[in-house]
């Protein structure tokens, strides 16, 4: 019982105790009660055992020496009465010791490891007898026994409190997707869920480049074209350049809530721009999003200008998508690693996206785009044909969106010393 006790608590789902406590499971308020005090039930298991194998050796062994005595007195002959009684002995030793093992240690271990739940309900009602029995002895070893570890410098922490990092979780959840209990699908959500934290938003974000605004002078009909060509939800409204934002227009709600009398003065449908660093973290960007009831924030770098826009949708695609779609891979190339070569990849493939889905060793940048880390191994703004080498690849300008990279080719890499461009210039190996 005592061995139960042990790996039944260390091993049962606080999570489903929780749950079934709060639905008013009996049993399950004691389990959690024990859970709570796991040091204090751990110390009383302890306590038990000993008490048990002592029991054990001093009941079981004369018993069964006594028994077996006999016989081998009437084998030995004349050095009975001390061969016998030391053959007795040992063999008694031997036989209560295997017994033991097996039925007081091996088969309690492997109940409460298949069944940590029912041998939990089980134990608790007699183990909570003995610790009223023995609650004083209890008491004493287990603050004698955190005494002295507090001598070796070590601190104490209550037992089964160890908050569960990303990785655990991480791996808990590939585990329950190897045995079925989720699907692939649900693993990959919650594998975006958990890196949620760590990506900033600059990653996700629309850059200034891309970014559709609207200019606070503009009449209706200048809306409308807009609205027409650039068709989005909601739109950041600038005063003279985009580098300076005033707000931002849901045009959906413009357009549902239109009367003649409000044609000329859309601008009161302006609501206040939520401005955020672009390097918190896309969790803290979603959590200021509904803090503040809004689906659009403007994001601003260090200097302060412009540096593009997020949305909840971003962030929502972030989850929901597979990693190549995330990526927007042109023509849904797949990634480099599976020898397909040469792929085209937009130039807004993030960096680690990329480092973690084809394995390759990028150099680290400040870059956070495929693009960007183009330009930056550069260290000049590329022209169409322009290239570097990098993990045995060669990435190669396609297309430049102004002085964006819009387009990367990636193959392997040749070679030749000076690879064919267009005006026949030498690229850059890193």
Not at 326 to 355: A, K, M, N
Request: net charge negative.
């Amino acid at each position: 019982m005592f061995v139960a006790t042990e790996f039944a608590l260390v091993t049962v789902r606080r999570s489903r105790i929780n749950q079934l406590a709060s639905e008013g499971s009996r049993a399950a308020r004691r389990v959690q009660v024990a859970m709570g005090n796991l040091d204090y039930y751990i110390a009383a298991a302890q306590l038990g055992i000993t008490m048990a194998s002592i029991m054990l050796g001093a009941v079981g062994e004369p018993v069964i020496a006594s028994i077996i005595e006999p016989p081998i007195v009437a084998f030995v002959g004349s050095f009975a009465p001390v061969i016998a009684h030391t053959v007795a002995i040992a063999v008694a030793f031997t036989f209560v010791t295997a017994l033991h093992i097996i039925i007081g240690e091996f088969i309690p271990k492997s109940i409460a490891l298949e069944q940590a739940e029912r041998t939990a309900y089980f134990i608790t009602i007699p183990v909570n007898i003995f610790i009223r029995v023995f609650g004083p002895v209890v008491w004493v070893l287990n603050h004698t026994s955190n005494a002295l570890f507090r001598l070796i410098g070590q601190d104490l922490r209550p037992l089964g409190d160890d908050p569960l990092t990303a990785e655990d979780l991480a791996h808990t959840f590939e585990s329950s997707a190897s045995a079925g209990l989720i699907s692939r699908r649900e693993l990959g959500l919650t594998r975006q869920l958990l890196r949620l934290s760590g990506i900033e938003s600059q990653e996700l974000m629309v850059p200034r480049s891309k970014m559709v605004g609207l200019n606070k002078a503009a009449t209706r009909e200048e809306l409308a074209a807009v609205f027409a060509d650039r068709p989005l939800t909601r739109y950041p409204v600038y005063e003279d350049t985009i580098d300076n934002i005033v707000g931002i227009l849901d045009a959906k709600r413009l357009l549902l809530l239109r009367n003649d009398a409000e044609d000329s003065a859309w601008q009161v449908r302006i609501q206040p721009a939520t401005i955020i660093p672009e390097t918190v973290t896309a969790e803290t960007t979603l959590e200021t999003l509904r803090a503040e009831d809004t689906r659009m924030a403007i994001l601003v770098d260090e200097y302060g200008g412009i540096a593009g826009l997020i949305t909840q949708f971003d962030i929502v695609l972030f989850l929901a998508t597979d990693l190549p779609e995330t990526l927007h891979i042109d023509h849904r190339h797949s990634l480099p690693g599976d020898s397909q070569y040469p792929q085209t990849l937009s130039g807004l493939v993030r960096v680690s996206e990329l480092r973690e889905a084809s394995g390759l060793e990028l150099p680290e940048s400040d870059a956070t785009t495929l693009g960007g880390l183009v330009t930056e191994l550069r260290n000049s703004i590329p022209d169409v044909g322009d290239s570097v080498q990098v993990d045995g690849l060669t990435l190669a300008v396609l297309e430049m969106d102004n002085y964006r990279v819009a387009r990367v080719q990636v193959d392997q890499h040749s070679d030749d010393p000076e690879p064919a461009r267009p005006d026949g210039s030498k690229e850059v190996s890193r």
